[in-house]
């Protein structure tokens, strides 16, 4: 049986005051046929003419990647030395954004492979959304390890190539792991996006009737034409990319982890890294998710495909995440106050709680353990405004969280004689502000000329998509009449 | 050409509007003896798979992507310790110069990458894609198969093949249209 | 004034305000290089090559984009390491001296290229001279050595030694003779002189004036004495700021030496003998010498010191006290009566605490007698100074530990008084032509009431000759450029007389002239070579034969056999101090209570000194030793003061940065205003300000950095003053520190015992201090087997005990490493380049801490936590356990630096080397790569000595000897506190020194088992007097 023609069975309660348990509101809103599908997604694309917010969300983003570049140029021509990192504080924004970005992208990934595997069907309404997510999310964090190099041009030294000198990268150190476990991360999520979205194309190419679109639509969909054969090669790939994609983007996170966790600053030197590296990462990742889909479904009008209940999913799986991290805080006060008995942790961490930089700690438990708290209550989570909020909250209170791990740690490690401060510069803030934009724009681009949500996969959700004599077929009618 | 010259016809296309009547239509074929066929739909629907006659043994996806996985493993840990302990043997840190714990990241990352890559190319070039060009796409209202409609193409390569006793055939299976394909 | 110190604010403000604002004044006076006249810069457009104009150009026009990119790009850059204009195509000139000069010991004579020579030559100073070996790389002087023949260094330098390779190629030294402005050559300006000649001979001198600093040169003292043998009218004056007049007021002109090492007791009145003065690497030496403790040694010599901020020698006493200007005669006063000397006026209402060290202190120095030092501070009065040698007499101490001697330096004289008559006179009008020679700058630095520069304007003559077209010269009619003395053919005697010939390394950069030359042309033979003045004097004009040999082997030694004078035993014998009886009587300060005003103290800078080296990035820098500022001077006041005077004082720095809160100042209606820096050990009510900064044409570096205290400073309130107004201004000022935490935080980077508990346990370095985790894991623990080093493993240890803080290691390693100056404004951001930093930290209370050092090198980890992470190989160790850079390799993640617990590691964040300026270019160390931007870089022990020494053992087959490797930071260290060798030799000085128990690991315990280990400090202070121990003492430090 193919992942695809799962489904549950699910009996409606009765409907009290127009309320709407969300987790019995179908993933799909009634009445959709196999065309109705084809025709809302695709003419978002093909049909629609572009909105005016859309003109004004890019002029912003544009600007804003316009500052990247600008900081960019400077920052090769002039060295590092335009941002404020300094002795003590090697690492500071430039790798906190790294780091961050990387945890965004997880949550795409997570949704489109693990969720799959899970046979959770109401990732199909926004799996291809989040993946594009976490393709440009992980584009971002690119530039970081790249531009942060003393001299960017000789970045490339970290790959493995061949060279006369016969010198290789060193493979003992985490960087190296790290270029390895990004750059697998960023070539396969591209290919799952890719191949995902194959079937979608061809669609696409034969529902436009603009020549040069067939033509571009043609050329991306490779000639797919549905084949039956290449269906069944098509799932069983499509299957192992999942399969790998698991384990992969859970390593990701821990090998990021380990560029602290192998070092021995205080505050760096942590076991529990991997985890609850992880863990943030999705966090933050299906906080973006929400960010970015809440207005997408009004925009575009697609409350029909992205319902109640992904809304409500997401918002629990952010509460298990968010109470995972919170966890970890706790375990790493804990470990550094009362467990590890070491003067250089314990001091560490009362750095953390009440040094210079106190007050971002405590914003940070402010928006990572005190705000997912109020996702306990379903109505919150069915509230789009107060998610929102919310998911912008937890994104900043990720970004600390890096922060405060890396730079605040470096700030004072072991010898006091060496302990500084770290003060960002203005292009410490134009290149984040920067990276954002270019986010934004490529996502822009995206919901522009991609199918954003997948065709194929929807219309597999409808009843009419078993063949008849399927055994659930007549449950699942009767779910989509009741509701 | 020669593929031209030899079946001037690709075979004849049936249309239908439901899954079902693919799926009856395909195994009907079946019983009826017919053998090359093909089936297309806008999503995967595995009894027509079975009924066109692609057997889950037919998919060797798998196998690429295990293979890919296997080489791209030993690769890894080759690339590493090579690197590190024969091409250019340094003292790091005090470290043997192959710490076999070290170089666990590496190995499992290239294990996942290069078994990725196999998987998706295999699977393309196994399905013989990308393939610009098609007869079946020849065919009016093909378009619709990423749509909504249903197709059962009986091609001229197969033995049985007899153009006017296909289109027959096709027919009894009241398609909402039968088509020939030109080659 | 107020305008000058607002610049010097804006200067900070606006990191180019200074210069601009200083050529500004200087156009509307003189014509200012940068707009010289058309014809002469455009022959240097031609000899520049055109980076160099661009520079230029840039400097000149800054476009927006640069000040907007970050304040220390390329313009200020430029401005630090100095304008470069005129210097294109001067490598070509780097020639030696036509005449001979000879190197240390044999060598080839002729140069062979890569082959750097060593020549001796000596550094004229004040009172004194330092014997040096200077090397030369192809004729370049690149590095000072000391030398080890001459009885003032002994092989060690200080920084100032260190630093006048840069003073040398320093681009903004005056490079042309001229007048009024215009420029001239030598020969008009031999005319002029040859007209003054005959007019001083019908004059029989009459309203001719000499201003030069103190000399101790035999040629020049012999020249100038026949000038004024021949023209009886003319006056001979001499001048230096940093000068104190006590000693001599109070007995005469007398040469006073100490012998430290014999001494098991010193008490230091307010003297800085470790640091400063110009005898303070033999004194630290010996001191350092008798202090060695080892588990073998019974007693350990004890060192007070009474003074009132803390200086260099106090942060390294046993036992400290500090007292206000104004109660320290009071103070000396009882102390000497305690010790029963007569004519001494106690003060008889003292502290309980003064009183407690009054006691303590007679009491063990009269049980110590003849094994003692009493040592009154330069700059104390002539009523301290007259004391302190009763007290050496009453102790015993003269002819043994204390020896006096007839004058080193010619017809010594009150500094004081000298430059007083003089402006006087001036004023007057009773002088008609004015010769300032070697580089004396009385507009700047001449007590403020004199008005010297107005003084100047009734003088219808002056002749200016020093390095730099400085403040005076542009008062002056002409400026002659002086010849740097490693340019120089000159001579100079050590402070116990011991004569060295000074010779050049290399001619003239730019056609400097001695002083002797130019002091020559207003005698007979006005043409004499520097070479022939101070060969005539020494040889006699004779030729070849003795004299000859005589000569070279002065050249080839450095110092000039026998001619050290002898000691006289007995005070009698320089009967000036009987003379002093009399003037024993307080008649320095009216005493005060706190709270009436607040003292004032005036003290030369630490690193910059009276302001001559106000143009050396090196020194601008350089920590000062105690506060660690650097690029500024600041008002040092105590903790309690500022809260007394709502000023911030605050919790915690911002990294380097301290924005400190700007005081008025007022003195006898003068005024200043300072940034306040907060000083543990600082009495309340006193504040210390320091000399040499405020200068308005130091140069591109030097210009508008810090405020000048002189401004407060009189004839009256020279050394100290009482009295003054304090208020607060209401602006702050940034002030850049190198390290902002003061306390160990209980990590005990340097672990301290007293001597007594020592011996009781010699093992304390490695108990159990309440932290178990510092005990350093075994060599063999651990996932992996350990490396194994077989030859040359090489090691180094630092004795804490010994070191002193004078920073003189990391000025050598500046010179010998090519480490670039970064500048305030990337000093704030915390990227200063030193390989090697001296941390210090307090402990005890704030009122009352103790100070102790630790210079931090990298420690080449055999499991270097750098190395570990670095992606591509840039940082590896060798098989003999250095921990190698490879520079080029370098991508600059900075990985290594963050994960090094040492944080030694340096990062070039922007283009901090200067590429283009062919001074720059000359001065570097050939054996060393410069490095440029993005590149991370750190001490390694000097990889290009230690590879010199194993080509040279290879040569002649065999291994590498100990003590073949000196390290630039071992060799300068005046008290052999760093030792560096081959720990697998089981005979070296260093692995016997990692055998004591002394011995410990920084950090050991992080398993990085580092080459570099640190022998423990042990103090000696007297039990009877008893330790402030605060409660809050951390707390309390920290928030300092």
Known sequence: ?483 | MKHKKEYPIYGVMAEFDSPTAIMLAAQKARDAGYRVMDAYTPFPIEEVSEAVGFQRKHNKVALACLIGGILGGTGGYTLASCAAGVWFPLNIAGRPFIPWPMFIPVTFESTILIAGLSAAIGMLVMNGLPAPYHPVFNVPGFSLATNDRFFLCIEARDPKYDEGAVTEFLNSLNPTEVTRVEG | MMNDESKGMNGQINFDLPVLNGEEKSSSFIIHHSSLPRKYWQSLDELADSAEFDAYVKREYPSQMEVLIDPVSRRSFMKLMGASLGLAGLAACTVQPKEDILPYITQPEEIIPGKALYFATAMPRSGGAMGLLVRSNEGRPTKVEGNPDHPASLGATDIFAQAEILQLYDPDRSQSIKHLGDIKVWDDFMTEMAGQASLMQSSKGEGFRFLTESTTSPSFIAMMQGILAENPQAKWHQFEPARGNGQFTAMGPTNVQYRFDKADRVLSLDSDFMMGAGTSVRYARDWAEKRKVSSSSTDMSRLYVVETTISGTGANADNRLGIRPSQFEGFVGALAAAMGVAGAAPDTQLASRQQEFVNAIAKDLLATKGRSIVIAGEWQSPYVHALANKMNDALGNIGKTVFYSAPVEASPVDHLASITELAQDMSAGKVSSLIILGGVNPVYSAPADLNFEIAMKKVPFIVHHGLFYDETAVYSHWHVPAAHFLESWDDAKAHDGTASIVQPLIAPLYQGKTASEVLTTLTKNPSLSAYQIVNNYWTGGAKGGDAEKAWRRALNDGIIQNTSVAPASSPVSVGATSGTEGTASPTMLPALQAGEGFDIVFRPDQTIFDGRYANNGWLQEMPKPISTLTWDNAALISRATAKKLHLHAPLQFEGAQYDADVVHIEVDGLSVNAPIWIAPGQPDDTITLYLGYGRERAGHVGNGLGFNAGHVRTTKNYWFATGAKVSKKGQTYPLAATQVQFTMEDRDPVRAIDFPDYKKDLNYVHEDRGHPWLEEPSKDDGFFPRYEYKGYAWGMTIDLNSCIGCNACMVACVAENNIPVVGKQQVLRHRQMHWIRVDRYYTGAAEDPETYFQPVPCQQCEEAPCELVCPVDATTHSAEGLNDMTYNRCVGTRYCSNNCPYKVRRFNFLLFQDWTTPQFKMARNPEVTVRSRGVMEKCTYCVQRIQDAKIQSEKENRRVRDGDIITACESACPTDAIVFGDINDPNSRVTRLKTDTRNYALLGDLNTHPRTTYLGVVRNPNPEIKRIIDPRLNKEAETV
Not at chain 1, 21 to 35: A, L, M, N, Q, R
Not at chain 1, 459 to 472: I, N, S, T
């Open chain 1, 1 to 483: 049986m193919s992942a695809f023609q799962e489904t549950e069975l699910r009996v409606a309660p009765p409907v009290e005051k127009g309320y709407r348990d969300p987790s019995f509101v179908p993933i799909i809103e009634p009445g959709h046929t196999f065309d109705s599908i084809t025709e809302k997604i695709s003419n978002i694309v093909l049909e629609m003419n572009t909105p005016r917010w859309w003109f004004g969300a890019m002029l912003v983003g544009s600007c804003f990647a316009v500052g990247l570049l600008f900081a960019l140029t400077v920052l090769v021509f002039k060295g590092i030395g335009i941002w404020g990192n300094n002795q003590p504080t090697g690492w500071a924004w430039d790798i906190t954004n790294f780091v961050w970005w990387i945890g965004i992208g997880h949550a795409g990934t997570l949704i489109s492979a693990i969720l799959f595997l899970l046979k959770q069907e109401w990732r199909n309404s926004i799996n291809r959304f989040s993946e594009a997510m976490t393709i440009f999310a992980v584009m971002c964090a690119g530039m970081f390890p790249i531009f942060h190099t003393g001299r960017p041009w000789l970045a490339y030294w970290l790959f493995p190539l061949p060279n006369t000198m016969g010198v290789w990268p060193q493979f003992k150190s985490p960087l190296v792991w790290d270029v390895f476990a990004v750059s697998t991360y960023f070539t396969l999520s591209l290919v799952y996006w890719y191949i995902g979205m194959v079937p979608d194309l061809g669609t696409l190419r034969d529902r436009t009737r603009k020549p040069l679109l067939q033509k571009v639509y043609g050329f991306l969909s490779l000639g797919w034409r549905g084949s039956t054969r290449h269906w069944s090669r098509y799932e069983t790939a499509y299957l192992l990319l999942a399969g790998l994609c698991t384990p992969l983007v859970l390593s990701v996170h821990s090998v990021v982890s380990m560029d602290f966790a192998v070092g021995i600053v205080p505050g760096w030197h942590s076991t529990i890294f991997p985890p609850y590296f992880v863990a943030g990462a999705v966090y933050s990742g299906f906080a973006l998710v929400l960010t970015l889909v809440i207005p997408a479904r009004r925009l575009f009008n697609l409350k029909d495909f992205i319902t109640q209940r992904h809304i409500d999913n997401m918002g629990k799986v952010m509460l298990a995440t968010g109470l995972i991290v919170s966890y970890s805080y706790c375990f790493e006060a804990f470990f550094g106050l009362v467990y590890a008995g070491n003067k250089y942790e314990h001091f560490m961490m009362m750095n953390r709680m009440f040094g210079p930089y106190a007050t971002f700690y405590w914003i940070l438990i402010l928006c990572n353990v005190i705000t997912p708290q109020f996702l306990w209550w379903r109505k919150i989570r069915n509230n789009t405004i107060v998610l929102f909020v919310i998911s912008i909250v937890v994104n900043i209170g990720m970004w600390l969280e890096r922060f405060e791990i890396i730079a605040v740690s470096l700030t004072r490690d072991f010898l006091p004689s060496s302990w500084g401060y770290f003060k960002p510069t203005i292009f410490d803030m134009l290149t984040f502000a920067g990276t954002l934009g270019f986010f934004l724009v490529m996502m822009l681009l995206f919901m522009r000329t991609m199918p954003m949500i997948p065709m194929y996969e929807l219309k597999m959700l409808l009843p009419a998509a078993r063949p008849a004599g399927h055994p659930e077929q007549g449950s699942f009618e009767e779910e989509v009449v009741s509701a």
